[in-house]
């Protein structure tokens, strides 16, 4: 198997975990179906980001802000405000990017960044099928990480950055 071969082999499970992601937030627009394929940190930092701006209101309605946070970071969240931030989600995310699941995909290129990680490319699928040499094409990078068990899941999208926890947190 040559290089080439062998970053294909590679990229494909983590090309189709982070397929499913984008099928679930840009074509089913079920958040609880791409929340499967997410690391627990992006949980964390995604669910932060939401809720700091609200914070003060969530205390006075008798939420604590780190119980939130773990509640809604679970596999299958069953929290009150799981389904405002769900909505509140697809909507930004469906309202900054116009995809089209059907003419969308993963590049070929599959960047290792660490042992553990590696970076995609979501991008539109030109008519001819490949992305010539020296053409340009606006891409949505896509941070897997890999762990035991788990298997790929989206560490970040949007960014190439491993987020980081806080109030608010760095995605």
């Known amino acids: 198997m040559n290089f080439d071969e062998a970053d294909f082999a590679a990229s494909a499970p983590a090309a189709a975990r982070a397929s499913a992601f984008a099928g679930a937030i840009w074509a089913d627009r079920d958040m609880r179906a791409a929340w499967a394929y997410t690391d627990p940190l992006l949980r964390k930092c995604w669910v932060q980001a939401w809720l700091h701006p609200l914070r003060a209101q969530a205390v ?35 309202a900054s990017f116009a995809v089209d699941m059907d003419t969308w995909g993963f590049g ?16 539109p699928v030109p008519k001819s099928g490949a992305i010539e ?3 340009l094409h606006a ?9 035991l068990g788990a298997g790929w899941r989206v560490l970040n999208f949007v960014s190439d950055r491993v987020p980081e926890p806080g109030w608010p947190p760095a995605l």
């Open 60 to 94: 006075a309605d008798g939420y604590r802000s780190g119980a939130v946070v773990e509640s809604l970071m679970s596999d299958k969240p069953s929290h009150p405000l799981w389904d405002p931030f769900a909505r509140t989600q697809i909507r930004q995310m469906t």
């Open 108 to 123: 070929s290129a599959f960047d290792p960044v660490a042992q553990d990680m590696a970076l995609l490319k979501f991008l």
């Open 133 to 135: 040499v020296g053409e």
């Open 139 to 147: 891409s949505v990078p896509f941070l897997m990480r890999f762990t």
